[in-house]
Each structure stands twice: as structure tokens, then as C-alpha cells.
């Protein structure tokens, strides 16, 4: 099988899965400008396994949120009600921009228009 169907779509969710996607990130924005982002196998394998979405936070944001709350905890609430909303097995994850720069994937903005 060749990779060329890989190259040709942005993401490998169908277009309802991306449409709940869109809506959910939209409504966790509704108080910030923050950007989520899909990364990811649903953006490179139609086998994927999971719905990588990722916060990305600047480092000192990240630090005062780390002290406020346990980020890994969040991580998995936020999982949660994405999933439910969704009903797509999302992995949130909150990172900082520095541990976000290690990461050298695509990234598709969520929630932009």
C-alpha cells in the first residue's frame, strides 16, 4: 500500500469525529485565547489510536498552574470531559512550551475559525 493517502489529509478522523473535536475545543476557549492543538497518529494514521489534543502554555503560565492544581490530574479530568462530549478517546495533556518544543510533529490548530 503506498503513503501517498497519509500525505493527502489533514487529519484521519472522519468529518463528524472532527466536527465534535472542533466544538468541544471551541467551548473550552471561550474565556482565553488559548489554542488547542491535535497532534498526534489521527493526523498521520488511519489506524489511529487515540486523539492527541495538547495546551500549550508558556513556561511561567505552565509554572503558576503547576503550583495551583496537579497538572497530571487535570490532564486526565480534562480527558474525560472531552471523551464524553466527543465520544472520542482523547488524551489532553497541558504542556509547556519548552517541553512543547522537544516535540517535532505536526500540529493542527483547533477551534481557529
Known amino acids: ?4 493517502p497519509r ?4 487529519t484521519f478522523l472522519n468529518m463528524t469525529q472532527y466536527r465534535l473535536l472542533e466544538d468541544w475545543a ?5 474565556a482565553g485565547n488559548e489554542v488547542l492543538y491535535l497532534v498526534g497518529s489521527a493526523l498521520t ?3 489511529w489510536r487515540d486523539v492527541d489534543v495538547r495546551l500549550i502554555l508558556d513556561d511561567a503560565e505552565y509554572g503558576a498552574l503547576d503550583d495551583a492544581v496537579s497538572i497530571r490530574r487535570l490532564n486526565f479530568l480534562v480527558s474525560m470531559w472531552a471523551e464524553s462530549v466527543t465520544r472520542l478517546p482523547v488524551d489532553f495533556q497541558v504542556q509547556s512550551s519548552s517541553d512543547s518544543r522537544a516535540f517535532d510533529g505536526r500540529r493542527h ?3 481557529m475559525s
Open 45 to 47: 494514521d488511519p489506524a
Open 1 to 4: 500500500m503506498s503513503d501517498s
Open 109 to 111: 490548530p483547533l477551534a
Open 7 to 10: 500525505l493527502n489529509r489533514a
Open 26 to 30: 471551541m467551548t473550552f476557549d471561550v
